[in-house]
Each structure stands twice: as C-alpha cells, then as structure tokens.
C-alpha cells in the first residue's frame, strides 16, 4: 500500500533558526496535506499542494510540492515558540484514503 | 457550527468490554474518517466513509467497526476491546473525499487494561 515517510523524527532548534521536515512517497500523489499538532491537541489544517512543483508561501511558512509528485517540504524561516508542535504531511494517491506521515516534532527552545 | 465533535474525551476499558466512540459534525461533510494515534506512529486511519450507507476500510480496519447511516453522525465501534487498542482516537470530516480540509475533532483518550 501508500507508504508516507517523514524525515525528521524529532528536531530542536533555537528561537530564530530555520526549519524543514521533508515528506516523502513510495507513489505518485494526487495531492498532498499539511497539518499541524500542537502539544494535547488535534491536528490542524494548514495548506494543500495539487499542482507538481507547486510552492506556497503562508508568512514564515514555505510549502513545495516536489516536480514527480513523490515528495513535499515545509520549511519555516527564523522559528518562534509558537511553531512548537507536530507537522504532519498527509498523501492521497489514488482512492478516498488520506495517508498520514508520522510526523515530525518541532521543539523551539528560545 | 460547532464544527466535529466527539464523546467521550477520556474512557476506561476493561479488556473484553465493548464501546462506541460518538463523532458528529454539524458542516453537512460527505467525507468522514476515525484514525488512531500512538506516540510515534502518526495517524494511521482506521475506517473512512463518503457518504451515507457507505464505508470502507482503512491502514488499521480490525477489532473495529462503523457505519454511517446519516451525514451528521460516523460512530467507531469496538467490539471486545484489547489493551493494544489504548490509543488517542481522532474523527475528522471533510466536504468532499481526500481533495479538501480535513476538520479534525478534539480526540478520544482510550486506555483499555
């Protein structure tokens, strides 16, 4: 079936570096999701790519879509406190079911 | 609107017991789905439907069951809980199947002994 890997696991950055967690899938997507978890909570909507090498922007947030359709990142320039929580990519390749990443942690220390 | 709710926020099984997890949304969403999540396993879905009168199987389809017989409503059942069920359980809708913003609700904590 779908595999959606996410790399890293875990990272722990001070307040003011750069971030990327990157999304990678065994097939060709249709589209791909990104979601965020803070601590305790449930994951929230953030963006979705439909287009290859598509690229997004929201504020200090970047989103690209790779040009195969196979892999995505999210990047967030210069990281605050606020940015701690869980980033999810989510693949759909073909069907109704959305294949979540297991997702990378971001720690902001300030 | 109260957007995707779910009852109850917290349960204790005992291994064996059966329960039904209650998720609602009030956004009038085709799509509705339950995923699990354990701590370094993301979400791995369970069960989805796209509409009323219809569902399918997910990642992790077994030990539970579902059914949709209305737009609103998209109750997991689990049928002789096992310990390794404890787990966070998310329901989450959206208008249309896997192309538009899954809304996800607060969650169930499932501790079963």
């Known amino acids: 079936g779908q595999q959606v890997m996410q790399i890293p696991q875990y990272q722990h950055v001070q307040e003011g570096e750069d971030f990327t967690t990157y999304c990678n899938s065994s097939?060709?997507?249709?589209?791909i999701q990104w979601y965020k978890q803070r601590p305790g909570g449930h994951p929230v909507f953030l963006i979705q790519?439909?287009?290859?090498?598509e690229v997004k922007k929201q504020k200090r947030l970047t989103f690209q879509f790779g040009e195969a359709k196979k892999n995505s990142s999210l990047h967030i320039t210069a990281t605050q406190t606020t940015d701690v929580g869980t980033y999810f990519c989510?693949?759909?390749?073909?069907?109704?079911?959305?294949?979540f990443g297991k997702g990378t942690s971001l720690l902001v220390t300030p | 609107n109260a957007g995707v709710t779910q009852t109850p926020k917290f349960q204790v099984l005992k291994t064996g017991q059966s329960m039904t997890l209650q998720c609602a949304q009030d956004m009038n969403h085709e799509y509705m789905s339950w995923y699990r999540q354990d701590p370094g396993m993301g979400l791995r879905l369970i069960h989805y439907?796209?509409?009323?009168?219809?569902?399918d199987q997910g990642e992790v389809p077994n030990g539970y069951n579902v059914s949709r017989s209305t737009t609103e409503d998209f109750p997991l059942r689990l049928l002789s809980a096992a310990p390794s069920q404890t787990s966070v359980y998310f329901c989450?809708?959206?208008?249309?199947?896997?192309?538009?913003?899954?809304?996800f609700g607060p969650g169930t904590r499932l501790l079963v002994l």
């Open positions: 439907s796209v509409g009323a009168g219809i569902t």
């Open positions: 790519l439909v287009k290859s090498g």
């Open positions: 989510a693949g759909r390749a073909s069907g109704y079911a959305l294949n």
């Open positions: 097939t060709t997507l249709s589209n």
């Open positions: 989450a809708s959206s208008i249309l199947a896997g192309q538009e913003t899954q809304y």
